[in-house]
């Protein structure tokens, strides 16, 4: 019995293809909307939950990108993309799965995967305690306003020494 729970809930990591688009944005769009909502104007909170979003847009991008996508029994509860220069795009973990360390494990994977040593990402001030713990630091700090409210946002940079293949 716990075998099987186990197997049901086993974490897939995958490289994200056309299909995903619509699940990958109601997915951000949940995100941003509980989580994150003070990162964003009210006004593209409205435009992405009336649909607004451009898909192709993004799809776009997800194909110019190393994008991975996390399934845990058949639904996409996370997804993270990189640029070859190292650049983390995008991170974003559903909201009910942020505890079981997907973030973690998409960031392993690409950085592992990825072909630059060196990485730099964006993280507001409540994802900055979880780069640095993964060895990034901080480069720059800049303050955003946003309806009055000041945000902070930090560029974050981390190297690695990449393994030589034998």
Do not use: P
Not at 44 to 61: I, R, Y
Not at 65 to 72: N, S
Not at 140 to 151: A, F, H, S, Y
Request: charged share 35%; net charge positive; hydrophobic share 35%.
């Amino acid at each position: 019995m716990k075998k099987e729970r186990w197997q049901k809930e086993k974490l897939v990591l995958r490289r994200y293809c056309e299909e995903d688009i619509e699940k990958v944005a109601a997915l951000f769009y949940d995100t941003v909307h509980i989580v994150n909502r003070k990162d964003y104007t009210q006004e593209q909170v409205d435009a992405w939950a009336d649909g607004h979003f451009d898909l192709n847009a993004w799809d776009e991008s997800f194909k110019k990108h190393d994008t991975i996508v996390a399934e845990l029994d058949g639904n996409i509860v996370g997804f993270a993309d990189m640029t070859v220069d190292g650049y983390l795009d995008r991170l974003y973990v559903h909201k009910d799965f942020q505890r079981r360390k997907i973030a973690s494990k998409l960031c392993d994977y690409l950085e592992e995967n990825c072909m630059s040593a060196h990485f730099t990402t964006h993280a507001s001030i409540t994802a900055k305690k979880f780069f640095e713990k993964r060895g990034y630091h901080v480069i720059k700090e800049q303050q955003v306003i946003r309806k009055g409210i000041v945000l902070i946002n930090y560029r974050m940079e981390k190297s690695v020494q990449k393994r030589k293949d034998t």
